[in-house]
């Protein structure tokens, strides 16, 4: 299986509908060149651009909806759309991750459990996610989190349990805390013995440096490739057997004691 994650900067001189323009030519651009094609948190506004969430949030099956679904049937890919600002229809506001099949369907949609900035931005704007999710690919089952779930390893045991064999990372993770992105993509692929497949921005947006350095780690914990702070596009082939095999060869999921009840599966 080949991946590819898409490395952009959110300019803030470009607009919105420009942006969702490029990114789908991108997108396009990997017909026959990935199976699976995977974008940063929030690149429609930036991930720290809290000010511009309540204006540019979109119903689920929205103007980004469509145009990565289209997106992902021109090119005949799997595509983790990243996350947009989702307005549900009660007002709430919810960073929700889209993840189309290569007909263009809705496989599947995330909506951010953790949610950061303690007092402020996100972790007060917008709503909490309640539940796990996972999407069964051909090769094999993605585990969807978001940028600060990162930090919280119960939710990615939780997807394990859920069978999830690849976990996917789109993020809006800042440069000052770079040395944790690629620390802890590579613990969550350890403990949990899975692909980790960690996509964030390049730039600057909101002021805030990006960490750029998307990384795609395998189950023993190993770089297999990382990209680095300004915009690229990184394609990797994966083995999606190695996961089995490595759980085999070194089968301490079996041997976990302590369990801790998680959103519903």
Known sequence: MRASLIQIAVNEDETVEARRRRVASLVRERADAADLVVLPELWTTGAFAFERFAAEAEPLEGPTYEAMAKAASDAGVWLHAGSVPERDADGTLYN???????????????RKIHRFGFDKGEAVLMGAGRELVTVRL???????????????????????????????????WPERRRSHWTLLARARAVENQAFVLACGTAGTHASVPQAGHSVVVDPWGEVLAEAGAGEEILTVDLDPAKVARTREQFPALKDRVLGLDTPGH
Not at 96 to 110: E, I, K, M, N, R
Not at 161 to 169: N, S
């Open 96 to 110: 929700t991750s889209l993840v189309f099949s290569p007909s263009g369907d809705l496989a599947a949609a995330y």
């Open 138 to 172: 051909p090769e094999t089952t993605l585990g969807v989190a978001t940028c600060y779930d990162l930090r919280f390893p119960e939710l990615f045991r939780g997807l394990v349990d859920a069978g999830a064999e690849t976990l996917v990372v789109p993020a809006g």
